[in-house]
Nanobody
Framework: QVQLVESGGGLVQPGGSLRLSCAVS????????MGWYRQAPGKQRELVAA???????AYRDSVKGRFTVSRDNAGNTVYLQMNSLRPEDTAHYYC?????????????????WGQGTQVTVSS
């Protein structure tokens, strides 16, 4: 069974930094894309950053230049380095991955979510 396990959230002062990690475990054929979403109370879940096919990245405008998404060499762990954090970055952050697995009927791509980790930016 495929699982995404996140770590690295916490409380930080404005201007501080945090690094989130998300590790994929289980029997997989290929990770097609990985990314981070966030959801603040009363707001919709929004895409923060994504890394596709190991190298192509995308960011929402409000985090460009402050956040960096990356994957480890094995490709099974995705990181989100968050610098110059602002109070408006406060949210529950979720790891997301589109993963191909081998099923009885062939290969299948499925979207998976981590359990989320809280990031709070406050003085």
């Amino acid at each position: 069974q495929v699982q995404l396990v996140e770590s690295g959230g916490g409380l930080v002062q404005p201007g501080g930094s945090l690094r989130l990690s998300c590790a994929v475990s289980g029997s997989i054929v290929r990770i097609n894309a990985m990314g981070w979403y966030r959801q603040a109370p009363g707001k919709q879940r929004e895409l923060v950053a994504a890394i596709i096919s190991g190298s192509s990245t995308a960011y929402r405008d409000s985090v460009k230049g402050r956040f960096t998404v990356s994957r480890d060499n094995a490709g099974n762990t995705v990181y989100l380095q968050m610098n110059s954090l602002r109070p408006e970055d406060t949210a529950h952050y979720y790891c997301n991955a589109r993963i191909t697995t081998a099923q009885a009927m062939g290969l299948r791509e499925t979207e998976y979510w981590g359990q989320g980790t809280q990031v709070t930016v406050s003085s």
